[in-house]
């Protein structure tokens, strides 16, 4: 985020953080919606499969990031 907004540091750490509880409220809505509709043990399959989809992003993301360190600039 730094390198990405390095000319406005306070905005992009602004909107970093403001990122982050949003999907912190995202995640404890979705959750608690989760345990009222089908109960506890479904939130937690309901998390693994939400961990499960989010993986291959995150591996490609990281692929990605190591192939851009490779080439010269």
Known sequence: MFRAASEALETGAALLVSLIQVA??????VGGLTVDGLGLVSTMVAGGIVM??????????????????AVPH
């Open 24 to 29: 912190i409220a995202l995640g404890a809505t």
């Open 52 to 69: 499960m989809l989010g993986a291959p992003v995150i591996a490609m993301l990281g692929r990605e990031r190591r192939v851009a360190a």
